[in-house]
């Protein structure tokens, strides 16, 4: 099944994407899809499913960056599942902290500007940031 979401992102979703918001939602279906492969293979297959899904998220953050603003629930959703990648499949959790860390606290800051129906889908992913971070932090404090 992922194989062939791959293959209909690669050979038509993400090449007509015609706005930054959907550039970004496809990139980040790309790079889910391949960390899911990463998660569940071993060796060459994972190494190669994890550089695709490293490249997809980098490849979607640079194009959210230009394009959408920091409280936007696809920024906040890209932000959430790229920093659990580079937590649980690359052994990087100082990354994954940085990057959780900076996206909540940059939605935070401009939490009173956000419209109501786009506040009623951000603040959920804001809490799994939050959440995720409480845990991966005390899970270094246990590592020290």
């Not at 071993?42 to 190669?48: L, Q």
């Not at 649980?88 to 909540?104: G, I, L, N, Q």
Request: aromatic share 10%; proline share 3%; charged share 30%.
């Amino acid at each position: 099944i992922c194989d062939t979401i791959l293959k209909l992102l690669d050979g038509s979703l993400i090449s007509k994407a015609s706005n930054g918001e959907s550039k970004v939602f496809y990139q980040k279906m790309k790079a889910d899809y391949c960390r899911y492969i990463a998660e569940f293979t071993a060796g060459d297959a994972k190494t190669k499913a994890a550089k695709s899904a490293e490249d997809a998220y980098s490849d979607a953050q640079q194009i959210a960056e230009k394009d959408l603003p920091v409280k936007h629930p696809i920024r906040l959703g890209l932000a959430l599942n790229y920093s659990v990648f580079l937590y649980e499949v690359m052994s990087k959790p100082d990354e994954a902290c940085t990057m959780a860390r900076k996206a909540f606290e940059d939605a935070i800051a401009e939490l009173d500007d956000v419209a109501e129906d786009s506040y009623k889908d951000s603040t959920p992913i804001m809490q799994f940031l939050r959440e995720n971070l409480t845990l991966w932090t005390s899970d270094n404090d246990d590592d020290r």
